[in-house]
């Protein structure tokens, strides 16, 4: 650790000094950046405190000039590229000091989650029961209500692309982030925060919650990829492995980490484009973003909700509006619980538990259910190198331009497809490997452990999310809409073959009706009425109310020459997929 007599200590508390003095700046004590500074430096080899010096002279420039947010972003980029993990806890005490003493200052618009249906009933289950119906089995010979298995003898393959799956895991974090709300207790929506913005901006990949994209160093217009393995394809990392990004859920899977850099990738293509064609530096990066986000938000209108939500659903929606998400809650970019933890968590049930990524990479685990595959899994939060890169056909459907790739018989043989929407989710997805500090001890399963470590369901983690936030029973809500609800005996929820439930429930928790809604009235095809409603009214709302969107815009892609932009084009337009010779 480095010591107060250090010399490049000393130069650096000197430096830091001389800026405060000749700004005058006179702070509350616990908010004294000096303080904060040292603490830093404290925790930082000496070898790094002089190439960190420039981050912390702007920390303090911005200090004062009472720039919060620049604050914060400078002081989590400072701890992304010199810290190490252990030292979070300090940088979240400083982060959450600068905001008290921001928070009437900030122009941030601060956005909140609300309800769809304020005036129904929360769904009433014990916290018991709620984890029975999401468990993991025992035995995989058995498999529990909520968890697939070979023995189930279900074919339970979709039409889907499996890439499609991570461009909905895309879309969730950039509208919403829910990071107040405690598991076993009752939380009101409308007091909890959005730390993201809602509006399809793509926020998580260019400023999430007041902390920047980097750039790169050699392009000050182009956000910063490649990894100290010599990958470009990868996010920027420090030396132990972090990704140096705006939003780090994006790292937290080896397939949503690939797909973000492919976006950052595509802003970083139009760059060279935008500039070839004569555009001012100065506007470089604004125009690529604008550009970036508009190929973003079609993907999503044109591609994704097409592939889940049924096209009788999204006509009635564009004939005659919407329903349920009205203006004043679009208006306010209010995300709905019954959306944020219920209809957009559908795609918990398409993940696959194993993908092939390149012949190299041939059925790996999304997570390891042992030891043994401890090194051999997708879990994010490290370096990409060559073996783990995603051949993208295999992800995406590339038939428009001329790559067959179905792969024959074999489901890992060429494109992947996802798996079916319906109460069964693939058996890693029961078996979290994330037990620990942050949650509550009542929903570690202590049975079922990966190297030593507790597992937590993740159909657990939402049914308790959804009790805790009060969302309605699925029933309710149908009623609610017009539709005639369905059984729990339709969901073989009371079926003693199926389960027997620590108490009997005449209704279904919302984000269990809309998975088997999907099942019974689409074959797990796409998402039924009640949970198709809510997933487009709610994207289409948001899209619709933001004067910037591409629906309030006539936006024609340089790409595709149209309004309609899928993944494929996207990808074959950075040439991160090998297309035919067809010259």
Do not use: C
Request: charged content about 25%; proline content about 5%; cysteine-free.
């Amino acid at each position: 650790m480095l010591s107060p007599e250090t010399s490049d200590f000393a130069i650096a508390l000197d430096k830091i000094t001389g800026i405060l003095n000749a700004h005058g700046v006179s702070l509350p004590e616990d908010l004294n950046p000096l303080l904060a500074t040292k603490e830093l430096l404290l925790h930082t080899d000496s070898d790094l405190v002089l190439p960190q010096l420039k981050k912390i002279e702007n920390l303090v420039e911005n200090v004062a000039n009472l720039n919060f947010d620049d604050i914060i972003s400078n002081l989590k980029e400072v701890e992304r590229k010199f810290l190490p993990p252990e030292i979070d806890p300090l940088i979240g005490e400083i982060e959450n000091a600068l905001n008290s003493y921001s928070s009437s200052k900030s122009r941030r618009k601060r956005y909140k989650f609300g309800r769809l249906f304020p005036s129904l009933s929360a769904f009433e289950a014990e916290d018991e029961t709620l984890l029975f119906i999401g468990k993991p089995s025992d035995d995989s010979q058995n498999p529990a209500y909520m968890e697939d298995s070979q023995v189930r003898g279900t074919d339970n393959n979709s039409s889907i692309p499996v890439g499609l799956t991570y461009v909905g895991q895309l879309l969730t974090h950039d509208m919403s982030l829910d990071d107040t709300s405690q598991l076993g207790e009752s939380n009101q929506p409308r007091r909890i925060s959005n730390r993201a913005t809602p509006w399809l901006d793509l926020d998580t990949i260019y400023n999430f919650n007041g902390v920047k994209a980097p750039r790169s160093d050699d392009d000050r217009a182009k956000l910063a990829l490649g990894n100290n393995m010599g990958n470009d394809r990868d996010f920027a990392r420090n030396d132990q492995g972090r990704a140096i990004l705006a939003d780090r859920r994006n790292d937290e899977n080896n397939n949503i980490a690939q797909l973000a850099a492919v976006f950052m990738k595509f802003h970083n293509v139009l760059v060279d484009e935008l500039r070839a064609s004569g555009v001012p530096e100065r506007k470089l990066f604004k125009k690529a973003k604008k550009l970036t986000v508009a190929h973003w938000q079609s993907v999503v209108v044109n591609e994704f909700l097409p592939s889940f939500v049924e096209g009788t659903t999204l006509n009635k929606i564009a004939e005659n509006g919407r329903q349920f998400y009205n203006n004043g809650m679009a208006r306010s970019g209010m995300i709905p619980v019954e959306f944020s933890v219920a209809a957009n968590r559908f795609g918990h049930s398409n993940a696959r538990g194993r993908y092939t990524l390149n012949e190299e990479f041939d059925r790996v685990r999304l997570f390891p259910l042992s030891e043994s595959e401890l090194d051999r899994n997708l879990l994010g939060g490290v370096p990409i190198g060559a073996e783990r890169q995603i051949e993208w056909e295999r992800f995406f459907d590339f038939s428009d331009y001329g790559i067959d790739n179905t792969g024959g018989s074999d489901q890992f043989g060429g494109l992947q497809v996802a798996r079916k929407i319906d109460r069964l989710l693939a058996r890693p997805l029961l078996r979290l490997p994330i037990g620990g500090p942050g949650l509550p001890d009542f929903v570690l399963d202590q049975e079922n452990q990966v190297a030593g470590m507790p597992v937590v369901s993740l159909a657990s983690l939402t049914l308790l999310r959804g009790k805790a936030l009060g969302v309605p029973s699925g029933q309710d809500v149908a009623r609610a809409m017009g539709f005639v609800p369905l059984t729990n005996d339709q969901f073989e929820l009371n079926n003693p073959d199926e389960i027997v439930l620590p108490e009997p429930l005449d209704e279904a928790p919302l984000s269990l009706y809309i998975l088997e809604e999907a099942r019974i009235q689409n074959e797990g095809e796409k998402l039924g009425d009640v949970g198709g409603t809510i997933l487009a009214e709610v994207v289409l709302g948001l899209l619709e109310r933001d004067r910037a969107s591409i629906l309030n815009k006539n936006f024609v892609s340089p790409i595709t020459n149209s309004s309609a932009v899928k993944m494929a084009d996207i990808i074959a337009h950075i040439g991160w997929v090998d297309l035919p010779d067809n010259s």
